[in-house]
């Protein structure tokens, strides 16, 4: 989650020089043709049943098609700070959903972890929201953040279900088909309504590949694989890792993080290692 951190000034930097649908379009298809190709040297390849696209669509949908739209226009619309506290609720809809779907009993241990887990999310963005938009855009954009939570959530369940009806599932060859099946609608959509994209600015190239290396390829398929091994609620809560880990890189970069924002670091660690101790289980 390191690498997702990132994700959110990467965006809202590439979004000087592009649009929204733009960038979550060659997110997919670029993420989805280049894990196609290093799929053989995992000894993976894409699904080969129907049944295993049908799941690749659906799942897709949700973690590819509507989240990827939903950060960028979130982050383009309300800013990165607003963004990034929205689509990190997700754990507590995992939380709620997975005691209803799989019966995953939500100790009282993990249920304080989650919360201060959330806190230092909150912590680390209010001391430096950056620029925060107002009005209707403010309101557009609080909505698609909810909405991308909820899809990212609803994916993840999905994939959990799946994971658990087949123990054995190809996981690259499934993140690669979903990514594949999430470009389907994001394609045309970009190419009618993406607007201009100064493709001058070798800065925005390399956005875009990190965009599509780190924060596609890499996280997707370590959170789909993670998803394969632990309970949902403990898979989600280390999202909330994304925001202090950026944090942790502009301070490699020489910005040092204030007060509010350590603190709330330190919150995020105790609250993902709370949600991830043994005890938590019982």
Do not use: C, K
């Amino acid at each position: 989650m390191v690498l997702a951190g990132a994700v959110y000034p990467v965006t809202a930097f590439a979004l000087d020089s592009t649009t929204p649908i733009t960038i979550a379009a060659l997110r997919a298809l670029l993420g989805g043709v280049l894990l196609t190709l290093v799929l053989p040297l995992f000894g993976s390849r894409l699904p080969r049943s129907r049944s295993h696209w049908r799941w690749a669509f659906l799942i897709g949908l949700g973690n590819t098609t509507i989240t990827q739209v939903a950060i960028s226009v979130a982050t383009d619309r309300a800013g990165a700070a607003v963004a990034s506290v929205l689509l990190n609720s997700s754990p507590f809809m995992v939380a709620i959903a997975s005691r209803v779907l799989f019966a995953e009993r939500i100790t009282r241990l993990r249920a304080v972890g989650l919360v201060i887990g959330f806190a230092g999310v909150l912590a680390i963005v209010v001391a430096d929201p950056g620029d925060v938009a107002s009005g209707a855009s403010l309101a557009v954009g609080l909505v698609l953040a909810l909405v991308g939570a909820a899809a990212w959530a609803a994916s993840g369940l999905g994939m959990r279900e799946l994971t658990r009806r087949e123990p054995d599932l190809d996981i690259p060859g499934m993140t690669a088909a979903q990514f594949l099946a999430g470009s389907v609608p994001l394609v045309p959509l970009a190419l009618l309504f993406g607007g201009s994209t100064d493709w001058s600015q070798p800065s925005l190239i390399l956005a875009l590949a990190f965009l599509v290396v780190g924060g596609q390829v890499l996280v997707y398929v370590g959170f789909n694989d993670a998803l394969a091994r632990w309970p949902p609620t403990r898979v989600y809560a280390w999202t909330f890792v994304a925001p202090a880990s950026a944090v942790l890189i502009e301070a490699a970069r020489g910005n040092l993080p204030g007060p509010a924002a350590t603190a709330g670091i330190v919150l995020v660690i105790a609250g993902v290692a709370i949600v991830n101790a043994p005890q938590a289980e019982t």
